[in-house]
């Protein structure tokens, strides 16, 4: 029970370990490759069928955009009125003294759901 290793055996124990590690270390890099390409391939035919849903959905909010660019024309005047009613409000001047020139969208830059997210988590906090 009580045997000593001396300098030479812990060198020796050392490197041993080392390889083991290495070893170990190469065949799990091994395997992450092998997993790699069996998924890429599962991804690719993923990525194929979302590219074809993406491509129904586009069409589907193109037309959706069309009608409510429709929908939007009809009730142009009215928003017109509204932003012209809470600008003059938050000047605190009359309706007529507010002229509006323009009218520009401003674009989304984030999602819808990342949007609504982040208002509830701040009401929440309110």
Partial sequence: MGEYIN????????????????VGLILLAMLISVLK???????????????????KVEKTVAKENISE?????VDDEELVAVIAAAVAAS??????E???KSIKRVPQRNLAWSTASRQE???GKL
């Fill in 91 to 96: 000047l605190g001047v009359s309706i007529p």
């Fill in 7 to 22: 300098f030479g055996d812990s060198i020796v124990i050392t490197i041993f370990s080392m390889v083991v590690v290495f």
């Fill in 69 to 73: 660019v429709e929908k939007d024309t």
């Fill in 98 to 100: 507010v002229n509006i």
């Fill in 121 to 123: 988590q701040i009401y």
């Fill in 37 to 55: 390409t069996i998924g890429g391939k599962a991804d690719k035919d993923g990525v194929a069928k979302e590219a074809v849903a993406s491509d």
